[in-house]
């Protein structure tokens, strides 16, 4: 068993759910994914937020496209 210290924070619902997901993904399976993992947030709001933070990128044809694992981004964060 881990115990976090103050430094380290609890990985968000949305952050493992980020993990779970194909390098290419559609809104339909992200979706699938948040209804079975329990995820409250829209995805409207997860789509931007991963967007914002620089995790995915969204093709033209309508495909999220991961651009880095979320792990490797925030141990980058913490620099």
């Known amino acids: ?3 976090l210290n103050g430094n ?3 990985p968000s619902k949305t952050g493992i759910l980020f ?3 194909p390098d290419e993904f559609t809104r339909d ?3 699938q994914k948040m209804a079975e993992q329990n995820v409250m947030t829209r ?3 997860v789509v931007y ?3 914002k933070d620089g995790l995915i990128t969204i093709l033209e044809n309508g495909i999220l496209k991961k651009v880095a694992n ?3 981004l ?3 964060k913490k620099k």
């Open 1 to 3: 068993n881990e115990v």
């Open 8 to 10: 380290e924070k609890k």
């Open 19 to 21: 993990d779970m997901m």
């Open 29 to 31: 399976q992200l979706k």
């Open 43 to 45: 995805i409207r709001e």
């Open 49 to 51: 937020r991963w967007n």
């Open 70 to 72: 979320d792990s490797a």
């Open 74 to 76: 925030r141990s980058k």
